[in-house]
């Protein structure tokens, strides 16, 4: 790849780590160019990798994972076409920013949940309200899958998912909590998943998908 003609920034996180909300803005980067008709611009970022995980959930809800480029990323941002790769290294280390990210999104909203019924509102919620990240946390062949942030992260969703199965009564899910888990899992997956590719248009109609959700839910795990 092209060096940048930019001043690499001074600090950047790990490579392929999550960047949630809470988590600091990195100092300024220095101007960064990008040619045009008029000569050449600075711009400056106060998170870069921010901006850059940015633009590829847009690209993603958009155009799907196989549309991401680095390339095209950098152009979006206004920087220089080295500055992702400096960031993230590869695409795979990117879309694995976002997986981890994602994973540690849902088990946020996950760990709030009141109840099963509730745990798996939440997991719909979160797939409608972040379905680049859903897209890409399913999809193992786009993701570095020994990385340690994901590992962690998954693996924490995972827990508030099995947390909220345990709390249910063995006569609301059954003797094995582990394929009771599986069971709800695969009925929140399941419904996200054809919810957001239009395949529930029909069914679901006018009513809040949540609200219908909420109803099967209950038609499967009776104590929940």
Same mark, same amino acid.
């Given at each position: ?15 392929? @780590? ?17 040619? #045009?008709? &008029? @000569? ?5 970022h106060g998170d ?6 940015? %633009? ?12 991401l480029s680095l ?19 590869? &695409?795979?280390g990117l879309l ?25 509102? &939440? ?34 969703? @995972? ?5 909220? *199965? ?5 006569? #609301? ?8 888990? *599986? %069971? ?33 839910? @209950? ?6």
């Amino acid at each position: 790849m092209p060096k940048s003609t930019s001043t690499p920034p001074t600090r950047s996180p790990s490579p392929t @780590g999550p960047s949630g909300p809470s988590e600091p803005s990195e100092p300024s980067a220095p101007s960064a160019t990008k040619s #045009g008709g &008029r @000569g050449h611009r600075a711009y400056h970022h106060g998170d870069l990798r921010r901006a850059i995980v940015v %633009a590829a959930l847009d690209v993603i809800s958009a155009e799907g994972p196989s549309a991401l480029s680095l390339r095209d990323l950098a152009r979006r941002a206004g920087v220089s076409h080295a500055a992702p790769a400096h960031h993230f290294k590869d &695409r795979t280390g990117l879309l694995t920013a976002i997986a981890a990210e994602g994973y540690g999104l849902l088990a946020a909203t996950l760990a709030e949940a009141a109840d099963l019924k509730d745990a798996g509102v &939440r997991y719909v919620r979160f797939a409608r309200e972040h379905p680049a990240h859903f897209q890409v946390m399913f999809t193992p062949e786009l993701l570095r899958g020994n990385d340690l942030e994901l590992t962690t992260a998954r693996a924490l969703a @995972g827990e508030r998912l099995r947390d909220a *199965v345990s709390a249910v009564p063995p006569e #609301g899910r059954g003797a094995d909590a582990r394929l009771a888990g *599986v %069971a709800a899992w695969s009925l929140a997956h399941g419904f996200a998943t054809l919810l957001l590719s239009h395949n529930l248009d029909g069914p679901v109609g006018d009513q809040d998908p949540e609200d219908v959700f909420h109803t099967l839910s @209950g038609m499967l795990f009776r104590a929940a």
